[in-house]
């Protein structure tokens, strides 16, 4: 690390370098941080969190009651030990809660004043976040399994919604009411996902074990469909045609820079495609362990040099190297099936939500100060009983003021 | 000045400034490590897995058949292994077959043993001269595991009889109408053997207090009349396919029944 200081400083490295080296070194170092805490308010499991991109400081959370919890993540007091405090919920006394369980939650790329969660009970709700009262409900068919606002578009505001119909729907914003439907798939749609490269280019998963890309603006149907075999006849059994998995397909991810697609199965893989040719890159992660029957929430890491994988299989969490393939690390510290993970680029954080209605915070293991601060702070802080990192303590005002 | 020694300077990935530390700072390895970092000899283990097999249980008939997936076991990095793989097929020294019982479980055969054993089969017979022209002209130079009618006729030039002939010798197994997988003559007896000593071996993993057996233990253990194999030919075999969890402990290495 001090090789890559000292590059930074003699301007041999791109400040970039130095900043990927870093935030690497954290992911590696993801650990269960007994200072970090998160409110415990969902008295059933936890199906779905996000964190808002603009600040990267409010957290959604939907659970399997139907309840719907805000909070706060930024750490304020000064203090290592911080829990996230839940700001608002929209509890089982709310009126326009969900009946059913919430499946996806989002917030509105563009500021936290709007967020858009789905439901098992048919429903998809646009909701204010200072009233906390829906502003738009959509009303499906289906079971809602899965939905996506585009985090880069500027043209639309289209809603990408999959549910037990094979047809994705797009609800608009602006005008309230379902104005395209995609067809192609032939059972159930159990994930979207807007490409973060374009904004036109949606990828969907289904039950039928295909994988789709579509681009919206196209009347004709989708733009391609990925294959496993890459098309080599050879490998498939001859009434498997073009499937992304032997399975149902319930996890859909791209990765930060919207090159690269992340699709998980219930045949227990997981495979990296090429977005802009639909290639399998044939990266062998080996068995991640997948029993979801609805859709699985994985997340890839920002600004690290090579991106990691964070995928929950089971009661942990699987750490995968997204391009080698391998398995860095297994995260243990749930006590159920965990279904949900959302990593915070700013802070390398993960946060994981699951069955045993908790939701960790996985936090990378800070460097332990050095011998000579150890000794100093003992004799100055008779007083304070926390160790606080030297950077955060107060040097400058002083005592009469 | 300073942009010209920029780009001399050779760049060092990030990751490997993580790999070393990792490795000085990591938790200690409990056990035997089998394997050893760097680059890896995918064929020297080839060579070691294919000393496993059993040749007198097929009378000698068979060419010796290692699985794709015990190599993961030995192996960590498995798209590694997944490209030294298909380098070799490309040069025409390593095949690969579908075996038919799993959609993933690919046997590899060294092409030199399968063309020996073939031709020593076929010795005497009237098939003879079709399978030495469909070993020459197709297996040498394609790497696919099968082949369709329209490709059999067309690129290779075979006719139908031919393509009945090849099947009857065992080259050819029936796919579907109109197209064929590679295959072993008379590996049935091999696929059979090879379950049932799997589900044998793997039993026996879970019939164990706790599920679990150290590996050494396991190794000892005295076969029953269903396991024809060599029992690290089999162990190789569950560990690669993930049916059992390989844990680094201090008396060794635990092999750990996974319920799925």
């Known amino acids: 690390m001090l090789g890559f200081l000292t590059a930074r400083q003699a301007g041999l490295d791109d400040p970039l370098r130095l900043r990927r080296a870093e935030s690497t070194r954290r992911v590696l170092s993801l650990k269960l941080n007994p200072d970090r805490d998160v409110d415990r308010i969902h008295g059933n499991g936890i199906n779905t969190i996000d964190i808002d991109v603009i600040e990267g400081r409010y957290m959604l959370s939907g659970g399997a009651d139907g309840v719907i919890v805000i909070y706060d993540l930024e750490n304020y007091s000064g203090k290592p030990e911080y829990t996230c405090k839940a700001i608002c919920t929209v509890g089982r006394s709310n009126r326009h809660v969900h009946k059913f369980s919430v499946e996806t939650v989002q917030w509105y790329p563009y500021d936290t004043g709007m967020f858009v969660s789905s439901s098992f009970d048919k429903t998809m709700k646009v909701w204010d976040t200072d009233t906390l009262k829906p502003a738009e409900v959509f009303e499906f068919e289906g079971n809602v399994y899965s939905h996506h606002l585009s985090p880069i578009a500027r043209k639309h505001s289209l809603i990408a919604v999959g549910t037990k119909n094979p047809k994705i729907q797009l609800c608009d914003m602006k005008s309230g009411s379902c104005i395209q439907v995609l067809q192609g798939h032939r059972a159930e749609v159990l994930s979207v996902r807007w490409s973060p490269r374009y904004e036109y280019i949606l990828a969907s998963a289904s039950a039928d074990s295909k994988v789709r890309l579509w681009d919206v603006r196209r009347a004709a149907g989708s733009l391609f469909t990925l294959d496993q075999h890459n098309g080599d006849k050879s490998k498939a059994s001859s009434e498997a045609v073009n499937t992304a998995h032997n399975g149902r397909v319930n996890g859909l991810c791209f990765t930060g820079d919207g090159l690269y697609l992340l699709t998980t199965g219930t045949d227990d893989r997981m495979r990296l495609w090429n977005s802009a040719t639909g290639e399998n890159t044939l990266v062998n992660y080996g068995k991640v362990c997948n029993e979801s029957r609805k859709r699985l929430q994985f997340t890839v890491s920002r600004g690290c040099s090579p991106e990691f994988v964070f995928v929950p299989c089971g009661s942990s969490v699987a750490v995968y190297g997204l391009h080698t393939g391998e398995l860095v690390t297994m995260l243990r510290g749930h006590y159920n099936n965990v279904d949900c993970c959302e990593f915070h680029p700013d802070y390398q954080e993960l946060y994981t939500g699951g069955k045993d209605c908790n939701i960790l915070a996985w936090v990378p293991v800070l460097r332990p100060s050095d011998v000579e601060e150890e000794s100093d702070g003992a004799n100055k802080g008779a007083a304070g009983q926390t160790s606080v990192n030297p950077a955060f303590q107060d040097a400058w005002s002083s005592d009469e003021d | ?260």
């Open chain 2, 1 to 260: 000045m300073l942009q010209r020694i920029g780009m001399n300077r050779k760049r060092a990935l990030i990751l490997d400034t993580f790999n070393t530390k990792k490795r000085k700072n990591g938790t200690e390895k409990f056990g035997t490590v089998s394997e050893g970092d760097g680059p890896a000899d995918i064929r020297s283990t080839l060579e070691y897995l294919m000393t496993l097999f059993p040749r007198k249980v097929f009378n000698d008939a068979l060419p010796q058949i290692v699985l794709k997936h015990q190599l993961y076991s030995i192996h960590n990095d498995k798209t590694m292994v997944d490209r030294e793989l298909n380098k070799l097929r490309e040069q025409g020294e390593l095949l690969m077959f579908q075996l038919g019982f799993d959609a993933d479980a690919f046997g590899l055969v060294f092409a030199s043993d399968y063309k020996a054993k073939v031709l020593a089969e076929q010795e005497g017979r009237d098939t003879q001269g079709t399978v030495q022209k469909f070993l020459d002209k197709v297996v040498a130079f394609c790497t696919e595991l099968s082949f369709s009618k329209d490709k059999m006729l067309r690129e290779f030039l075979f006719t139908d009889s031919e393509i009945t002939q090849l099947v009857k010798s065992g080259v050819l197994t029936v796919r579907d109408a109109g197209s064929w997988w590679l295959s072993i003559p008379n590996s049935g007896k091999f696929t059979k053997y090879f379950i049932q000593g799997r589900k044998a071996v793997l039993n026996m993993v879970k019939k164990s207090k706790y599920g679990e057996v150290l590996k050494a233990d396991l190794e000892e253990r005295r076969t029953t009349a269903h396991v024809k194999f060599h029992m690290k030919y089999h162990i190789h075999d569950i560990v690669g396919a993930e049916l059992v969890e390989s844990i680094q402990t201090t008396s060794g290495i635990l092999l750990r029944f996974v319920d799925s």
